[in-house]
Each structure stands twice: as C-alpha cells, then as structure tokens.
C-alpha cells in the first residue's frame, strides 16, 4: 500500500495547534451502499483517512443509516455493513488506533439529527446538489424524505464527536459547509456546544471519474459496471476494466482534464496509488501510446488491490470477531457522542429524566 504525503488541501490543521493536550479530532464515514467500496472511495477518502489516523483522534464510521436511503434486502444489508468495515481495515484502519464503529450502533446519531433539523430551513436544505442528482436519478417513487435530510444526519454524525477536521471528497464538501452553520446556528442561539469543523480534501485527487463516462464521478451507485473499479473485485476482472477504459484519438499519455478527460482520470489514478507525480509518469510514456500506459496502470491497480482484497475477504471469514471489534468500538463512540447529546438536550431545555 502507498502511503502518500499529506499536501494541498482546502484545509488543514496542525496537530497541536488547535489543543494543546489531546490529539484534534477527525470523523468520516462511508455508506455500505454496494457489495465493496470503487477507487474513488478509496483515493478520495480511506488514502487520507489512513495517513491521518496517528496525527488525530480519529473516528470512522460505517454510515448503515445513511445507507437505508435507498431500498436495500435487509440480509444484505448486514452483508454489505461487515464488508464495508473489512475493507476499512484492510485499507490500513487499525481499529486499535482509530475508533471504528457501525453508525447504527451508536443511537445518539438520529437523536442528534432530529434536533438538528429542528434548526435546518426548508429551502436550505433543498439547495443540496447531491439530493438534487439522486433524486433526479432514482425518480419520485425512489426519493424518500429521509434523502433529503440525509446531509442533517451527517452534520449529527460529526458534530456529534466534536470534529476538528473531516476529510472527504469534493462531492461532500456542500453537506460540510451546511454541517459548519448548523454549528453556529446552534452555538450562536444556545451557547458555545459544537466545534465548528472543518473539510479536508486532497485537491489532486479530490474526484475520481468513472472509466467509461470519465466526465461523471465514480460512484458505488453508477448504472455501468464497467467503469467502476471495485476494492473486491478479482484483480484480472480489474486489469480488464483499465484496458478498456475509455481514452482518446490522441495517443499522447498527458494531462489535460478539459480535452483530455479520461486519460487525465487514469493519470491521477495511477498517480496516486503509486506515490509518483503526474509529470514523471507523462515522461515514463512518452511516445509509447496507451496500451503501453494501461498496462502500467493495471499492473498498479492490481499491486495496490490484491492485498486489500485478500485481507478484506479473511476479515469476512471470522464475521464474530468483526462484530465483536465493531460493538467495542462503539461503546468508545457512544461515550463521546453521548457526552455532546447530553449537552445539547440540557441547552435547549429538554426536561431530564431522573
Ligand atoms: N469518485 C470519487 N472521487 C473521490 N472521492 C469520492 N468519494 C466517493 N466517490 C468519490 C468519497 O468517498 C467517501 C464515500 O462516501 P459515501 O459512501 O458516503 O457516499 P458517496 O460520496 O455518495 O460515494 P459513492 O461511492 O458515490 O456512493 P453512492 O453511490 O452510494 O452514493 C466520501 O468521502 C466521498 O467524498
């Protein structure tokens, strides 16, 4: 796995500067929405999640309850829950090290939500664009209202654990946006109660487009296949996938995202799985076309996916011992998540059971 050095970002903060005694603290989360997570997921968040988890008091969650959004078999659900926390720690997520824990576990998230959207107004939380795209997508009878006040859920999940710093990629940085003025909104009518936090997004590599259409983001949800390449699948099946990735009539390996959109996308793949600089690999091919420049890149692809596949499915052999590492984990989740929930119920004047 190539650990990749942390630079140009939209934001960053210095361990240390922000508290003086205790580590800042970093939350992110992923949907198990699809049977394994695709490499934008991968190089957009888990790349950085992984460098970050020593610097920060980090917490990771696999978003189930964001997941229902969307019509799921409930068998599968569980399925796709343990798959999704495997591959976080086959990514390098030390559950040890970072605090990894399945959404659902922690009840303060929907409780917290609730409140939240008591402050959220209508028309601002129809601007959000990536309810606007799904449900464009899915259609009216798909569309639920749990879609739409999905990005209030999330600002719960994060405000929950007072968060310093969120890394995601750029199409989550509007729900990050949203998340900061409900905290101020909040803080501003009832007291200082939430950390205002900040996102974190590794501009280079900030959206990973889709082989095939490389002008539409790569998406677990994505209608084709054939341009998503999936952490679990066989690596042949993925070498296959970057042979047949849509280029153009050029046959010059260089970036150049406007004209050049699908080789610009494998460019930053390859770029990022390897730890090279775009540059250095445009020289590397040089002359020689793109058969040449796939190979090269399925041969990173397969380098960087083989392990991460085979320790993910050996995790999802012993399924007890994932839950059990999952149901410690919350309880170290649902401890700092229920220190803020208690906080907020007693400012805005909820009557306490004794
Ligand atoms: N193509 C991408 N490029 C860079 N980063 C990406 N992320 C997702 N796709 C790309 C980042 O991965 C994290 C996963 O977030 P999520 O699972 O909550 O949902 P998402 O952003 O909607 O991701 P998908 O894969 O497109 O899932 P579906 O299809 O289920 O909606 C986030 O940090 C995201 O920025």
């Known amino acids: 796995m ?27 989360g ?11 997921n991968y190089i957009g968040a888990l790349m950085q999640w992984r ?3 020593d610097s920060y008091d980090a917490f990771f969650s696999v978003v189930d309850l964001h997941a229902l959004t969307q019509p799921n078999d409930p068998a599968e659900l569980r399925e796709k829950t343990r798959r999704t926390a495997a591959q976080y720690i086959a990514a390098g997520i030390e559950p040890s090290r970072s605090t990894l824990y399945v959404q659902s576990h922690v009840a303060a998230h929907p409780e917290l939500a609730w409140i939240l959207s008591t402050i959220t107004g209508f028309g601002e939380a129809g ?5 606007k795209d799904k449900s464009q997508r899915y259609g009216a009878d798909v569309t639920s209202v749990g879609l739409f006040t999905y990005p209030i859920l999330m600002a719960a999940d994060i405000l929950l654990y007072q968060t310093n710093i969120v890394p995601v990629g750029d199409d989550q940085k509007q729900h990050i946006e949203l998340t900061r003025d409900l905290a101020e909104r909040f803080n501003a009518r009832y007291g200082e109660t939430f950390t205002v936090p900040m996102p974190v997004i590794q501009q280079d590599t900030a959206r990973i487009y889709d082989l095939q259409n490389p002008t539409a983001k790569m998406s677990k949800s994505a209608e084709s296949d054939a341009g998503t390449l999936w952490l679990l699948d066989d690596p042949s099946v993925s070498a296959k996938k970057v042979m047949r990735a849509v280029t153009d009539s050029e046959g010059s390996v260089r970036y150049d995202r ?6 610009s996308n494998l460019l930053v793949i390859y770029a990022a799985l390897t730890g090279r600089q775009i540059p250095a690999i445009e020289d590397e091919y040089a002359g020689r076309g793109y058969g040449d420049f796939k190979k090269g890149l399925a041969e990173a692809v397969v380098n960087e996916f083989g392990p991460v596949r085979a320790r993910a499915l ?26 803020t929930l208690n906080t907020v ?10």
Not at 4 to 16: F, K, L, M
């Open 2 to 28: 190539t650990t990749r050095p942390w630079s140009s970002t939209t934001a960053s903060v210095e361990p240390g500067t922000l508290d003086q005694v205790t580590k800042a603290r970093l939350y992110s």
């Open 30 to 40: 992923m949907q198990p929405s699809a049977d394994s997570l695709q490499v934008g």
């Open 51 to 53: 460098d970050l988890q």
């Open 127 to 131: 601007r959000m664009t990536q309810f």
């Open 258 to 263: 406007e004209n050049k959109p699908g080789v």
């Open 314 to 339: 050996e995790l999802l052999d012993d399924p007890a011992e994932l839950d059990r590492v999952l149901a410690k984990n919350a309880d170290r989740a649902a401890e700092v998540a229920n220190a």
């Open 345 to 354: 119920y007693d400012r805005i004047g909820l009557l306490r059971r004794r």
